[in-house]
Every structure is written in structure tokens, then in C-alpha cells.
T-cell receptor, first 115, second 114 residues
Framework: GAVVSQHPSRVICKSGTSVKIECRSL??????MFWYRQFPKQSLMLMAT?????????EQGVEKDKFLINHASLTLSTLTVTSAHPEDSSFYIC???????????FGPGTRLTVL | AQKVTQAQTEISVVEKEDVTLDCVYE???????LFWYKQPPSGELVFLIR??????QNEISGRYSWNFQKSTSSFNFTITASQVVDSAVYFC???????????FGQGTRLTINP
């Protein structure tokens, strides 16, 4: 149980294009989903917290107009990197929580490369 | 503020050796949860264990064991008879009761050499 999927696993795009990453909880309903960014050999950096049906809460320093988050259902959250630039290249990971036990279950991650 | 420290950045051992990964946390809250996650080279974070602050019993799961000591604010993770497949980055994390954000340590990169 508690499986989270992400799609795509890897994406390469040209500078200026937008990229959408999907995060799905496959076998449970996730009232809250989280988006992280991870640079090589570093820990995870929380970008935003996404609650179903409401606006995402962004961490300080994360541009909400750059990283659009939508959590339209209890099993799906999307992150759209708008007008991507090479500095946006990174490993993006989502996680989902079931609620009461505070455990976050992570997706397999999406490696974004912006040329 | 909460903080998690994993002082060991990298550890390298030979297969079959036992290895302990240290985790020290800081919080003034009395109710919190501690976690260990494994991140293999493929990238996904795999949940290993959750511990609440009121349960100091040590836990063993196969070759894995965890030692939680509130007196030293530590939640250490030991792998006995290590195997090459244990090679990964291991993260310790903390969350407060009622909070949503996980506070991660910097991770320990464990390499098990054949």
C-alpha cells in the first residue's frame, strides 16, 4: 500500500517551454501532497504544500508564478514549471500523506533537464 | 525551530560489516515523529520506519535496527551484515504533531563495497 507515482520520470525540454509533472497516489486518498526539489548530493528542499481543493502554500523563495501547483483531486497533484530555464534543471519529487500518521510517501521523482 | 543533523556525510564499508548511521534532532515540542528514508541511486525515497516521541522501544526489522534515545535526542540506524544493495543515501527526518512539514537531515551516503 501507499504507492505514489510520478510522470514523467525524465524530461528534456528547451528553454522557454513549460513542463507539467504529475503526482498520483495510487492506492490511497491524499489530502495533502508536497513538492520537493533536490540538487545533486543535497537534501530535499520543500517547495510547496498542496491541499486538495485549495491554493498551494509555497515556501519562502519559491516563485508561485514560476511553479504552478494544482491539486484538483484527492489522488492527483500537478506541478507546472513555466517558461523553464536551465537553472530549473533539477530532480523534482512529490510526496503524499494519508493524514493521521504523518508519514509521507514519495514518488520516484522526475529529472528535468532544460537545454 | 526544528533541526535534524546527520553528521556523517559519507560512509564506506566492506560488505558484511555492521554500520550505524547517526541522527540527532532538535525540538522543544514533546510530541513529534521521527523517520528514516532510503534513497537508492534510482532516486525514489523509500519509507523505512516511523517512530513517535512516546515510544522509545528499539525496533528491529531483519538486518535493520533503530535505537531511539530521547535523553540524547538521537535516532540511530544500524544495518547488520551489510550488503551491496544497502548502498544508498539515507535520510533522517522529523515532523511535529499537527505540522505538515518534514524536516530532513542532510543525508548520509552509504557505500557498501563487495
Amino acid at each position: 500500500g501507499a504507492v505514489v507515482s510520478q510522470h514523467p520520470s525524465r524530461v528534456i525540454c528547451k528553454s522557454g517551454t513549460s513542463v507539467k509533472i504529475e503526482c498520483r497516489s495510487l492506492d490511497f486518498q491524499a489530502t495533502t501532497m508536497f513538492w520537493y526539489r533536490q540538487f545533486p548530493k543535497q537534501s530535499l528542499m520543500l517547495m510547496a504544500t498542496s491541499n486538495e481543493g485549495s491554493k498551494a502554500t509555497y515556501e519562502q523563495g519559491v516563485e508561485k508564478d514560476k511553479f504552478l501547483i494544482n491539486h484538483a483531486s484527492l489522488t492527483l497533484s500537478t506541478l507546472t514549471v513555466t517558461s523553464a530555464h536551465p537553472e530549473d534543471s533539477s530532480f523534482y519529487i512529490c510526496s503524499a500523506g494519508q493524514g493521521g500518521d504523518f508519514t509521507q510517501y514519495f514518488g520516484p521523482g522526475t529529472r528535468l533537464t532544460v537545454l | 525551530a526544528q533541526k535534524v543533523t546527520q553528521a556523517q556525510t559519507e560512509i564506506s564499508v566492506v560488505e558484511k560489516e555492521d554500520v550505524t548511521l547517526d541522527c540527532v534532532y532538535e525540538t522543544r515540542d514533546t510530541t513529534y515523529y521521527l523517520f528514516w528514508y532510503k534513497q537508492p541511486p534510482s532516486g525514489e525515497l523509500v519509507f523505512l520506519i516511523r517512530r513517535n516521541s512516546f515510544d522509545e522501544q528499539n525496533e528491529i526489522s531483519g538486518r535493520y535496527s533503530w535505537n531511539f534515545q530521547k535523553s540524547t535526542s538521537s535516532f540511530n540506524f544500524t544495518i547488520t551484515a551489510s550488503q551491496v544493495v544497502d548502498s544508498a543515501v539515507y535520510f533522517c527526518a522529523l515532523i511535529l504533531q499537527g505540522a505538515q512539514k518534514l524536516v530532513f537531515g542532510q543525508g548520509t551516503r552509504l557505500t557498501i563495497n563487495p
